[in-house]
């Protein structure tokens, strides 16, 4: 995927199970769970580029949250301050080879940001 795609949605659910019969059954999505990313079922859409995860729903998490791939977090993050947007959490791991951060944009949505090789 390329800087500026969105690359991942995730959805914050109540019920892991639930919502892998729901969203499987409802739009065909094939979804798993990973090794190193239990009680986290990742799903994939029909093309195969795209896909997000059912996450834990929490007072602080209530709607679908967008991650854009970026060429470099840092530097995107740069620009979200420049920009008059709020960091809402730096860049973290994910793996050894990918990264992501979050930011509120200047009418306090969250995005978050994807930076890793494959």
């Known amino acids: 995927m390329a800087h500026g795609d969105i690359t991942h949605v995730d959805i914050p659910v109540s019920d892991t199970t639930r919502a892998t019969e729901f969203y499987g059954e409802l739009f065909g999505w094939d979804i798993n769970e990973y090794p190193g990313f239990e009680g986290y079922p990742m799903w994939q859409g029909p093309n195969k580029r795209n896909g997000g995860g059912l996450a834990p729903r929490t007072d602080s998490f209530t709607q679908p949250r967008?991650?854009?791939?970026?060429?470099?977090?840092?530097?995107?993050?740069?620009?979200?301050?420049?920009?008059g947007g709020t960091v809402v959490m730096g860049k973290s791991p994910i793996t050894e080879t990918s990264w992501w951060a979050f930011f509120n944009d200047t009418d306090g949505n969250t995005v978050g940001l994807y930076?890793?090789?494959?």
């Open 115 to 118: 930076e890793g090789t494959t």
């Open 66 to 83: 967008v991650y854009v791939e970026v060429d470099s977090i840092d530097e995107t993050l740069e620009k979200v301050t420049a920009n």
